[in-house]
């Protein structure tokens, strides 16, 4: 949950508070993932019928609630799926809030709140006033378009961090180990634990050769290092891991739109690198940051896009051959603060199997 308790109600231009709450599909769905798009946020009433009867309403907007433009999410005081309207998907989808902490962060009555693509507050309207708020909605420009201008994400891409040659060595030494399936963090019940579920479609091999992980780290220290001072005004001083990924177009590799800090074990990561080793090997596989548009990064053979680890991003489809890349994630003296503080909440055990989020 967010801190908002004791703060006016939201404004325009104000971020939405940040919550876990569940839906139908996930116990502990964040909401801050589903940026990259318009989001109508539904603030509904206790009485079933007059919650029932917003539902319906939206069927107005049925064309625009497609998850790329917009998405409805409903906030529903009800203790029981069981006792809300169905999810439609695309576009609908309901959360469970029955002792109203979820309501009580956007500080208002039963009603509407129109988000933009970086959840920051567009409009927000009493449920009495819903032909409003859906005539609001239909009139929206374009997601690319949402600030009145094209956007570009606010991300360092830096070519001639690895020679193509040792590009070639790490793609060696990866088929020559041979990647394991790749899962997520996830925080549940109160340890932050791997997962292997839908959100993506990944081998990795972590570097163990002791030659290897000390060309890494030099080639980030002295190509790298600097210019991330320059851009972003910070010293990384930690890495983690030496890890060496493939998204293979057999097996559809992507990795959905997510933040890289956002369980106990990850909160100390500052920004994430990503180095591909293979650039004119495939197609797709390109770095997307949804709440800047659509436009898609892919860094030179050797070279990186670096971001900081809060931006919600994804790597889209390999729909050709294999993408191999260095994805390590830098700190500082800071963040290794918070990394001792949370390491013993860091599950080792194998990951768990989850169906698709």
Same mark, same amino acid.
């Given at each position: 949950?967010?801190?908002r308790w004791?703060?006016?109600?939201l404004?325009?231009g104000?971020?939405?508070p940040?919550?876990f709450a569940?839906t ?5 769905f964040h ?5 990259g ?5 539904g603030?509904?009433?206790?009485d ?5 009867e917003?539902?319906?309403a ?5 064309a625009?609630?497609n998850?790329?433009?917009?998405c ?13 309207p169905?999810?439609v998907?695309?576009?609908?989808r309901?959360f469970?809030?029955?002792?109203r902490k ?7 009555e039963?009603?509407?709140?129109l988000?933009?693509p970086?959840?920051r507050?567009?409009a927000?309207?009493p449920?009495?006033?819903t032909q409003?708020m859906?005539?609001h ?7 690319s378009m949402?600030?009145?201008?094209p ?7 830096v070519?001639r961090v690895?020679?193509?040659?040792f590009?070639r060595? /790490? +793609? !060696?030494? $990866? @088929? &020559? ?7 997520v963090? %996830? #925080? ?8 292997l579920?839908g959100?993506k479609?990944?081998?990795?091999v972590?570097?163990t ?16 290092g600097g210019?991330?001072r320059?851009?972003f005004?910070f010293?990384p ?5 030496y /890890? +060496? !990924?493939? $998204? @293979? &177009?057999?097996?559809g590799?992507?990795?959905r739109?997510? %933040? #890289? ?11 994430a ?5 293979n650039?004119?090997?495939f ?10 548009g ?7 053979t050797g070279g ?5 680890c ?10 050709r051959?294999?993408r191999y890349a260095v ?10 603060v918070i990394?001792?503080?949370n390491i013993?909440?860091?599950d080792?055990?194998p990951a ?6």
């Amino acid at each position: 949950m967010s801190d908002r308790w004791a703060l006016p109600p939201l404004s325009v231009g104000e971020f939405a508070p940040e919550f876990f709450a569940p839906t139908r599909a996930n116990p502990a769905f964040h909401f801050n993932t589903v940026a990259g798009r318009y989001v109508l946020l539904g603030l509904m009433p206790r009485d079933t019928a007059a919650e029932a009867e917003a539902a319906a309403a939206l069927d107005q907007i049925r064309a625009q609630l497609n998850d790329r433009h917009v998405c409805g999410m409903m906030i529903s005081p009800q203790g029981d799926f069981a006792d809300v309207p169905p999810d439609v998907v695309p576009g609908v989808r309901w959360f469970l809030d029955p002792d109203r902490k979820v309501a009580a962060l956007f500080g208002s009555e039963p009603g509407w709140w129109l988000l933009d693509p970086t959840l920051r507050v567009m409009a927000s309207l009493p449920l009495k006033e819903t032909q409003a708020m859906l005539r609001h909605v239909a009139s929206l420009p374009p997601v690319s378009m949402h600030a009145g201008a094209p956007l570009i994400a606010p991300v360092l891409v830096v070519p001639r961090v690895f020679e193509p040659e040792f590009c070639r060595k /790490l +793609i !060696a030494y $990866y @088929d &020559a180990q041979g990647g394991q399936r790749s899962g997520v963090m %996830r #925080d549940i019940g109160g340890r932050t634990v791997g997962v292997l579920d839908g959100m993506k479609s990944r081998r990795d091999v972590n570097v163990t050769d002791p030659e290897l992980k000390n060309a890494i780290l030099t080639g980030l220290d002295r190509n790298l290092g600097g210019m991330i001072r320059r851009a972003f005004h910070f010293n990384p001083t930690r890495l983690e891991r030496y /890890l +060496i !990924a493939c $998204y @293979d &177009a057999g097996e559809g590799g992507f990795f959905r739109p997510h %933040r #890289d800090n956002l369980s106990m074990a990850t909160a100390h990561r500052k920004f994430a690198v990503s180095i591909n080793l293979n650039a004119e090997e495939f197609e797709g596989g390109d770095l997307r940051f949804p709440e800047f548009g659509p436009r898609t990064y892919r860094p030179p053979t050797g070279g990186a896009v670096v971001f900081c680890c809060s931006l919600l991003h994804e790597a889209t489809p390999v729909t050709r051959g294999r993408r191999y890349a260095v994805l390590p994630f830098l700190y500082d003296a800071a963040g290794e603060v918070i990394r001792q503080r949370n390491i013993d909440k860091l599950d080792t055990g194998p990951a768990l199997r989850l169906d698709t989020r």
